[in-house]
């Protein structure tokens, strides 16, 4: 494409995907980030662009220039419509986002549904008034709807938020002496299928009351007041479009799940709403000097991957061996690149894998010799999806049950207690990282005694929850930096006591008891203030889990259980079931916690059995479901969850006392769209 000075189109779309490849693909650090930056100007470019087309004149063929370029030839001719434009800013959201299966379909669709074919359908340009009411064939839409509306010029000035002219007042004498009409549309939009009214349309001509006792047709004309009025429709059209296009050209989604079925394998999972077909997959790594290799013998051609919601199994499966030569700045931290068709048109889709981003975390205490008044060992496990040891952390020591745990960038932080049930009821909490101690309590010794009760973690800090021995009014966290360094404290939380708790970047979840002693769930921002409350059984209660588009609530209702899905305005979306089949020679059957990333919510049950003829036995068990999200063409999300076989994890057996987590990073590092 040339314009003027005939300079040559770089920064396209479609090489917005050559150099969204580059930026994945290239050797050299200082070469990919260059083409980062030509990935997100190109962006840019195809942005204005479409953006360009919420200008009516911009799709009515209606000639405005206002460059120097455009004197010598006669067409100089300023819009008013941009300089007021220029002027104004308009803080707005977006009515909807569409989707579509190509890019050109965001400008035109040829049924309608582009935004230039809104902007055009609906709106009156300058140049194009002659057209009102069909009296030009080529334009014979917006139509006025017959709806018209007078104002005091005074009124007008009002709404525009500025000053009258004194020439304009002199010659209008009484401020509401002067008036102005009005002329309304109702038009459509074919996308959304809902009607675009515009109020105000087009103006009364100065001239038209005298062409009207000529027989003229009226005469209208477009000022501030108009393009006002068309803003408020148009830049919400601007905001979503945008925001679809960009969706768009990064619809290509990956992840990658151990394969259960082929022993260090995995399958590339397509998390996208489009199919991948026609592609190559390679995967790649970075050096400590920065610099990016291909992986041998890990590169994939022919590959189609079905589109998200599907069966996982029908992921694509890989294997790999691992890179030695030169040595991968960090192991196990691979880029995945996929370069094929995505829909309908070419694409480009990465992903940063790391393994081990999967694991469930379980902290838990051995039954079969730890009672209440001896000491026992608490042990930090890993598990991978298919449930294998990964690795394991045993903190030795005078440590009991662990009470609570949460992982961010594999390092767990737990709080942990000694003989919490001894006669004087005294007690001693450590907060700990990766074993080792940054905070503790002395229950009796301090001044103003605490109970440390749950750990939580987010982007920023580490959260230790405790409350004041003796006193059941309101409840305490203390923040501190992901090394264990006390930075602040929030007092006076809406509970005395919180059991559990589950932090993001913008919201907390607590399960605990309030004032009247009951259990309570609650869903607040992250200085504590409550946002949404939410029923639970008072005696049994129930435990929460955070992600960054759900809140997962586990209610349980004298031993049976219940998984509530609320989204983070606390408002219900689904109840799933969580109960299980009580196993024969079940003397005793609890659940102990919740967890949740991008994909699964974990649930973990603790049941014992008595069986005359071998020792009391503690089996330990998953109940694990999977979720999925897609956005429909209106914008809207659809929650998918299935519940996927229940997993005993024999190596867990006559544990007891479990919390359980997911890697928090993961899930804050890897936002849904």
């Not at 009409?181 to 009214?197: A, E, M």
């Not at 890993?382 to 960038?409: N, Q, R």
């Not at 006193?471 to 203390?478: D, P, R």
């Not at 930075?487 to 607590?510: E, Q």
Request: with cysteine.
């Amino acid at each position: 494409m040339l314009g003027f000075g005939d300079e040559q189109q770089i920064y396209s779309l479609k090489n917005a995907e050559q150099y969204f490849y580059n930026a994945l693909t290239m050797p050299d650090r200082p070469g990919r980030e260059q083409n980062f930056g030509d990935l997100f100007l190109s962006i840019g470019h195809a942005l204005h662009l479409l953006e360009d087309m919420a200008q009516p004149q911009h799709v009515r063929n209606d000639m405005h220039c206002d460059s120097w370029k455009c004197w010598p030839v006669g067409l100089y001719h300023p819009s008013r419509y941009e300089q007021y434009a220029y002027r104004q800013y308009l803080e707005t959201n977006a009515n909807y986002v569409p989707s579509f299966d190509n890019a050109r379909a965001f400008w035109a669709t040829g049924d309608g549904q582009g935004i230039a074919e809104y902007t055009n359908r609906n709106f009156f340009s300058a140049g194009t008034l002659g057209t009102i009411n069909g009296l030009n064939a080529i334009y014979p839409l917006p139509i006025l709807d017959g709806g018209s509306t007078e104002e005091p010029v005074s009124q007008v000035f009002q709404e525009m938020n500025r000053p009258m002219p004194s020439s304009i007042a002199k010659v209008c004498g009484q401020p509401d002496s002067c008036k102005m009409k009005f002329y309304s549309t109702t038009g459509y939009d074919l996308y959304s299928h809902t009607p675009v009214v515009n109020q105000k349309a087009s103006t009364d001509s100065l001239f038209n009351a005298d062409l009207t006792n000529f027989g003229s047709h009226p005469l209208y004309v477009l000022n501030d007041v108009n393009y006002q009025e068309g803003e408020k429709l148009l830049f919400p059209q601007i905001i979503g479009y945008g925001t679809g296009l960009v969706n768009y050209f990064f619809r290509g989604r990956l992840d990658v799940q151990p394969d259960p079925n082929t022993e260090g394998g995995y399958l590339v999972i397509n998390k996208s709403s489009f199919p991948m077909s026609n592609g190559t997959l390679t995967l790649y790594y970075d050096d400590a000097d920065g610099n990016r290799y291909p992986v041998p013998d890990a590169s994939w051609s022919n590959v189609s991957i079905a589109a998200a919601g599907s069966d996982p199994a029908d992921g694509y499966p890989i294997q790999f061996p691992a890179p030695t030569d030169p040595a991968p700045a960090t192991s196990g931290e691979y880029i995945l690149v996929f370069q094929g068709k995505i829909g309908s048109e070419e694409g480009i889709a990465g992903k940063l894998i790391k393994a081990g981003d999967q694991y469930v975390y379980l902290a838990a205490s051995m039954s079969s010799w730890c009672t209440w008044y001896y000491n026992c060992a608490s042990v930090v496990e890993s598990f991978d999806a298919a449930y294998k040891i990964h690795s394991s952390s045993v903190h030795l020591g005078t440590l009991v049950l662990p009470e609570s745990l949460a992982v961010y960038d594999g390092v767990d932080y737990t709080i942990e207690n000694i003989a919490p049930y001894n006669t004087n009821y005294d007690c001693y909490y450590l907060a700990m990282r990766n074993g080792e101690q940054f905070a503790a309590s002395d229950c009796k010794g301090e001044s103003i005694p605490l109970y440390l009760n749950a750990i939580a973690v987010n982007t920023e800090h580490v959260y230790v929850f405790a409350n004041q021995k003796y006193n059941y009014s309101s409840g305490i966290v203390n923040l501190y930096d992901h090394a264990g360094n006390f930075k602040s404290s929030i007092t006076n939380l809406p509970l005395w006591y919180i059991y559990k708790a589950s932090v993001t970047d913008s919201r907390m979840c607590l399960n605990g008891f309030g004032v009247s002693s009951d259990s309570v769930s609650l869903l607040t921002d992250l200085d504590g203030n409550k946002l949404a409350a939410f029923p639970t059984d008072p005696i049994y209660g129930a435990y929460c889990a955070l992600t960054q588009d759900r809140m997962y609530l586990l209610n349980l209702y004298d031993g049976n259980a219940v998984l509530n899905v609320y989204d983070l305005n606390g408002s219900l979306i689904t109840s799933l079931d969580a109960s299980v089949p009580t196993p024969p020679k079940t003397t005793y059957l609890t659940y102990w916690d919740i967890a949740a990333s991008n994909q699964n919510i974990y649930i973990p049950i603790i049941y014992e059995l008595m069986d005359p003829d071998r020792p009391i036995t503690f089996i330990y068990k998953f109940i694990v479901y999977e979720h999925s999200l897609t956005r429909g063409p209106d914008g809207a999300i659809t929650d998918k969850f299935q519940r996927k076989p229940d997993v005993t994890l024999p190596g867990l057996q006559n544990y007891f006392g479990a919390s359980v987590a997911v890697d928090m990073k993961d899930v804050l590092g890897s936002p849904r769209q």
